[in-house]
Nanobody, 127 residues
């Protein structure tokens, strides 16, 4: 049974930083694709970052250069370091196990694979 629990959300000012965590159970990170997604009010869910079993990372253009996805296999924890935050980053952020292998699909094609979601954590960026 896979279970994902996000934490670390909150309210920050534009330009600020925040780190999200996702503690996973029932998942072997070295053989899994993990990802971070977000969904703002009235918007569709957007894939923003993924990390493959071997550590290879991919980012959506909207967060490239500002966000960093990482993982600690021993702690079974996924992280999202968010820097230079903008108001448009305001959303509910979710972690997910994507698909059934170590590889990751294209972020834009996340709906084509099986995704197991966490409950989400809210990030609000405002002045």
């Amino acid at each position: 049974q896979v279970q994902l629990v996000e934490s670390g959300g909150g309210s920050v000012q534009p330009g600020g930083s925040l780190t999200l965590s996702c503690v996973a159970s029932g998942v072997t990170f070295s053989s899994s694709c993990m990802g971070w997604f977000r969904q703002g009010p009235g918007k569709e869910r957007e894939g923003i970052a993924s990390i493959e079993g071997d550590g290879t990372t991919t980012y959506a253009d909207s967060v490239k250069g500002r966000f960093t996805i990482s993982k600690d296999n021993a702690k079974n924890t996924l992280y999202l370091q968010m820097n230079s935050l903008k108001p448009e980053d305001t959303a509910m952020y979710y972690c997910a196990k994507m698909g059934g292998g170590w590889w990751c699909p294209l972020l834009s094609q996340f709906r084509s694979v099986r995704n197991i979601w966490g409950q989400g954590t809210q990030v609000t960026v405002s002045s």
